[in-house]
């Protein structure tokens, strides 16, 4: 297996554009998870989904922030319009059940400049 | 809600040298524990998976301990390399739901 695939690894964009992050889950996971990272804050958890249904996206920073799981194996991440203080690192992760852990994907690396 | 600390921040120690990080966590109501490496610019790579009914995991140099009563759990490395530098972090999961803490920056 591939393992939790990220695309793009990074993202350059202007202010007011919209981005779309997109993410593939290892096969035969259920729950997928969308977290952000910075220096000031660390990682942060955005939202998660199970069986392709958003369980809790309370971690959403505003409603910029949207994102989907059209089938069982992809979802995306959209911010629209982007802004500077979205700059960071976006993570995706999958994991089977409870009490199985977590795989990491690479990585997006977003810039708004 | 569950609030997951790690101490130190960051720890310098000598090559060659055994160092434990720690790790605590508010609700003991957890699924499992998992330890976490992350290298500059780059993602996470798992570590260590203990299960809540577990009491230690190991692989090779690296021995982790789960004590879920007291909500704690340490990451011990032993006879340390520099290539051992990097970020630690652990994570608990509650529900379907993983909380992570700062991390501790490791510099051999």
């Known amino acids: 297996d591939a393992g939790v695939i990220q695309s793009p690894r990074h993202e350059v964009t202007e202010m007011g554009q919209e981005v779309t992050l997109r993410c593939k889950l290892i096969?035969?996971?259920?729950?997928l998870f969308w977290y952000r990272q910075t220096m000031m804050r660390g990682l942060e958890l955005l939202i998660y989904f199970n069986n392709n249904v958003p369980i809790d996206d309370s971690g959403m920073p505003e409603d910029r922030f949207s994102a989907k799981m059209p089938n069982a194996s992809f979802s995306t991440l959209k911010i629209q319009p982007s802004e500077p203080r979205d700059s960071a690192v976006y993570f995706c992760?999958?994991?089977?059940?409870?009490?199985?852990?977590?795989?990491f994907g690479s990585g997006t690396r977003l810039t708004v400049v | 809600k569950q609030e997951v600390t790690q101490i130190p921040a960051a720890l310098s120690v000598p090559e060659g040298e055994n160092l434990v990080l720690n790790c605590s966590f508010t609700?003991?109501?957890?699924?499992?524990l998992q330890w976490f490496r992350q290298d500059p610019g780059k993602g996470l790579t798992s570590l260590l998976l203990i299960q809540s009914s577990q009491r230690e995991q190991t692989s090779g140099r690296l021995n982790a301990s789960l004590d879920k009563s007291s909500g704690r759990s340490t990451l011990y490395i032993a006879a340390s390399q520099p290539g051992d530098s990097a970020t630690y972090l652990c994570a608990v999961r509650v529900n379907n739901d993983m909380r992570f803490g700062a991390g501790t920056r490791l510099t051999v």
């Open positions: 096969s035969g996971h259920n729950s």
């Open positions: 992760a999958s994991s089977l059940w409870e009490g199985y852990g977590y795989t």
């Open positions: 609700d003991s109501a957890i699924y499992n």
